[in-house]
């Protein structure tokens, strides 16, 4: 792993990076598919000036300074997130009312009772 890590150092990843992938994204499939995430715990390393969501800030300044409206850094800053978890809901109510609890587990098999 040292030969490895000496011929391949880590890159460093600055807000303006994670803002450049974020865009990509945007780009490729659209803003509504777009959210941040908070899951920092067990990793290694975070990219510059990103290491906790109370710095999440700076990464929606940089989007606003790219041109992103305040609709765009409100649907990635939660507003997507509400509107899937709402969607989520809506068809599991409709599937409780239409359908009923399988006893299948994922690969098909009944469950095992005991």
């Known amino acids: 792993m040292a030969d490895w890590d000496k011929h391949h150092p880590v890159p460093i990843v600055t807000i303006g990076v994670v803002a450049d992938h974020i ?33 999440y800030p700076a990464l929606l300044i940089e989007l606003a300074r790219r041109g992103w409206t305040d609709k765009d850094l409100a649907a990635v800053a939660g507003g997507n997130m509400l509107r899937v978890m709402r969607e989520a809901e809506a068809v599991a109510k409709r599937l409780q009312a239409t359908e009923s609890p399988s006893m299948l587990t994922i690969d098909g098999k009944p469950l095992a009772t005991e």
């Open 23 to 55: 865009e990509h994204i945007r780009k490729l499939v659209g803003v509504e598919t777009v959210g941040l995430g908070s899951d920092f715990d067990g990793i290694p390393r975070t990219p510059k000036g990103l290491d906790a969501v109370d710095k």
